[in-house]
């Protein structure tokens, strides 16, 4: 059972990695606009570099 | 549930019609202060991403604009730009790019309280969901066996993800739930907030205790449902609300005031009695006032729903939200903000809803019936365990808990709020916005339909009606003058007529009409006086020609789909009733088109008020569909009430409904729609309910376990989201 002591610890660290992104995108307003960011990566304007 | 909420959610939107009329404080300031302009537009045409680039290109290119985004879920764009740009400027440019564009008022548009709220729930909800996934991973170790020093620690593990978590995202209920206690009644909240810190207390007093039943996982799964429960529930107001904000920023209320011989632009709030205001054709007046220069025709239907054009001239009194027509006006203000004559009808709203009874939405009456019910259940089986074990606190408080866990309302807090999502987005397709929470139940209990007539079953634009029985060089004639005018009159002769004659001379004279030299004598097209004709009952110009005079009558052009709207709702059995404000014959005249039989003509905006309030005395359940300041009284009457979007703002905020295209026959779906969203409601409570005759007897006799609770719950949440998106 001494794995449980390695495996727990790693189940929450990857859950709570996934809060984590999921907070950040929320802080970044990357849920405001989901039809223009889904267009947007079609646009071929800002593909040799980034936009500044 | 949301419910307290939702009420004063709508009270905000349509308790308050007078201030969509009149600017607020802060709206005055922005407008007056346009140092740094921020400069919103609407987009409706946009869709795809090269409409994105397109867009921000153009617009990037305008000299002085630091920065333009496009938003494309919400169709706007927000440019950042110097103070001389300016929105007339940048619709010309998007225009060349073949985009359509509109000025939005930002100071309309402050939907980051709203957004703020939105994340708020989101990061809770998201919170939740993590720790829904972890403490279920470790209560399945529990739920299969895992004895003595094995399950403590998984208990106590999961007591260290789920104590925090439902003091965090528990937050919006506990508040709720307070704020219903101190008002001293039991709303759905409380035996929520009493379930989540109940199961969570007893679960660490039995972890500490090595207990078997630890309820980590329920108090968790409870607080994530309802919390998805009260997210959707925001959703779809936030975005009825925005779409409705949108609508109402499209008027920028701007007036052209002469200073010192020079027509500046101002905002009308800034606008006082004594001014000298020019109002061009085609505008609408901002102010009550007196002509002082120039002669017209305005429209009244808004605010009266005549159809005919009235003649305005030197000392003519006109109101604000009467249109100009044909020739500029300048008049001196009379009355300017809250005392115009427009500001005075919102005030018959304020009175209407004040008499408007209170609705109760099903899901109060549903939590009204069962928050007593469930803890008295829990405290029933708390007191008899202690009787029946002689005392023994923890197994009676553990029953107690169990009960509460199992009884909440998880599928209650998910019903409502699934099957409005569900219906207001199906609608939203169908281009009717939902503006409040309950609309949809009063919609569903509708038996008496009362419609305006102008600018609601017809589209306030003429039509001409007795083309075919005038000779044909007459109508040519009259084509060829009226090709030179933009009077409404005059563009549908001109736009139905094949061929034109040639006409020299032509010369507008505004008010009465247009004339000219045709084959060497002088034809005039225009008002009856004018022409030297007798004037006819229904809407009609005249042509006078070599000495006679031919009449040209004109209806009402009727709205795409009014046909079939009354016609489906007549099918379905709903008593129809035409009220209008315009003259017998043409009101007459429509209700014979459309096989309405209740008709009345002539109707003050205080006697529209009356009937509906009679209707509802009787004990009728009306829905009023109108658009313009006369009906607002009516519409804020009615039982549940819809507006077109071309309505005035007023009579917008005052309908629950607001029907986004030009057609009509949406409404007739919108009924059986709502209809089958509160069937489909009250199926929810009948499922949730089922799963609690079933699981309570068994919390009660204390054969509930964790895994049970954590069955019936999740299984409830499904079949009743299930259930929801049934809507067809």
Not at chain 2, 51 to 67: D, K, W
Not at chain 2, 618 to 633: A, I, K, P, Q, S
Request: net charge neutral.
């Amino acid at each position: 059972m001494e794995i449980l002591a390695i495996l727990i610890p790693v189940s929450l660290f990857l859950g709570g990695v996934g809060l984590a992104a999921f907070f950040w995108a929320m802080k970044t307003k990357q849920f405001d606009d989901p039809d223009g960011d889904a267009n947007r990566i079609l646009t071929k304007e800002w593909d040799d570099r980034p936009k500044p | 549930m949301a419910l307290a909420e939702s009420l004063d959610e709508a009270n905000r939107l349509s308790a308050c019609p007078a201030c969509a009329v009149v600017p607020s404080a802060e709206r005055l300031a922005a407008m007056a202060a346009p140092a740094e302009a921020r400069i919103m537009l609407s987009l409706p045409m946009a869709h795809c991403a090269t409409c994105i680039s397109t867009v921000e290109g153009a617009l990037g290119a305008v000299p002085g604009v630091r920065s333009a985004r496009v938003n494309l879920t919400r169709k706007r764009v927000s440019v950042d730009a110097a103070p001389e740009v300016t929105a007339a400027g940048l619709i010309a440019v998007l225009k060349a790019e073949g985009q359509e564009a509109h000025e939005l008022d930002p100071g309309l548009l402050s939907t980051t309280e709203t957004d703020r709220q939105g994340r708020d729930l989101l990061m809770r909800l998201g919170v939740a969901f993590f720790s829904m996934m972890n403490v279920m991973l470790l209560s399945v170790a529990v739920w299969s066996g895992a004895e003595a020093a094995t399950r403590d620690m998984f208990h106590w593990i999961s007591a260290a993800i789920a104590l925090p978590t439902v003091i965090f995202a528990g937050q919006p209920f506990f508040k709720s739930a307070w704020a219903s206690l101190r008002a001293g009644r039991l709303g759905m909240d409380v035996p929520i907030s009493l379930a989540l810190i109940l199961a969570s207390s007893i679960s660490v007093y039995e972890t500490m205790m090595s207990g078997h039943h630890a309820y980590f996982d329920a108090a968790v799964m409870l607080a994530f449902f309802l919390l998805l429960g009260r997210y959707l529930d925001h959703r779809t107001r936030a975005v009825a609300r925005s779409a409705a904000e949108e609508l109402a920023a499209l008027e920028v209320p701007r007036a052209w005031v002469m200073v010192d011989g020079v027509e500046v632009e101002r905002a009308i709030s800034a606008v006082v009695a004594g001014d000298t205001v020019v109002v061009r054709p085609g505008g609408r007046m901002p102010v009550d006032g007196v002509v002082t220069l120039g002669a017209s025709e305005v429209d009244r239907s808004l605010l009266t729903g005549e159809s005919l054009p009235v003649f305005a001239g030197v000392g003519t009194v006109v109101s604000a939200g009467e249109v100009n027509l044909t020739g500029p006006l300048t008049l001196r203000v009379t009355a300017a903000g809250k005392d115009s004559s427009l500001h005075r009808m919102a005030d018959l709203v304020a009175v209407a809803e004040g008499a408007k009874t209170r609705y109760t939405s099903l899901a109060d009456r549903a939590a009204k019936l069962y928050s007593p019910l469930v803890h008295i259940l829990s405290f029933s089986a708390f007191g008899y365990w202690m009787w029946a074990t002689g005392g023994d606190v923890r197994y009676a408080i553990n029953i107690s808990a169990a009960v509460l866990i199992i009884t909440c309302p998880c599928a209650l807090g998910l019903a409502v709020p699934a099957v409005v999502t569900s219906a207001s987005g199906r609608l939203f397709r169908k281009g009717l916005l939902i503006k409040n929470g309950t609309a949809l139940e009063r919609l569903a209990a509708v038996d008496t339909v009362v419609f305006d007539k102008t600018g609601t079953l017809t589209m306030g634009a003429p039509e001409v009606t007795n083309l075919g029985a005038l000779p044909a060089d007459v109508v040519a004639v009259a084509a060829g003058l009226a090709a030179g005018s933009s009077h409404p009159l005059a563009r549908a002769l001109a736009g139905v007529a094949g061929v034109r004659a040639a006409v020299s001379d032509v010369r507008e004279v505004p008010g009465y009409g247009i004339e000219g030299m045709w084959q060497g004598q002088r034809v005039r097209l225009g008002r009856a006086e004018w022409c030297g004709a007798e004037p006819l009952a229904v809407t009609a110009t005249y042509l006078s020609l070599g000495g006679t005079v031919h009449a040209f009558t004109f209806a009402d052009a009727l709205r795409p789909g009014a046909e079939v709207a009354v016609a489906a709702l007549r099918a379905d059995g709903r008593r129809i009733i035409l009220l209008s404000g315009d003259a017998v014959g043409a009101v007459a005249e429509l209700a014979a088109r459309l096989g309405i039989e209740e008709w009345s003509a002539g109707v003050l905006p205080a006697d529209k008020v009356a009937r509906v309030a009679a209707l509802s005395a009787e004990g009728r359940r009306v829905l009023m569909v109108g658009d313009g300041l006369n009906d607002t009284g009516a519409l804020a009457a009615a039982h549940v009430s819809i507006s077109p979007a071309s309505a005035l703002d007023a009579a917008r905020v005052a309908s629950d409904i607001v029907l986004l295209g030009q057609d009509m026959a949406p409404i007739a779906d919108a009924v059986r729609i709502s209809r089958q969203a509160v069937r489909r409601m009250v199926e929810n409570f009948i499922i949730s309910g089922g799963y609690n005759v079933i699981a309570v007897p068994l919390a009660l006799m204390g054969a509930a376990t964790p895994l049970a609770a954590a069955l019936a719950m999740s299984l409830s949440s499904i079949s009743v989201s299930l259930n929801a998106m049934r809507l067809k």
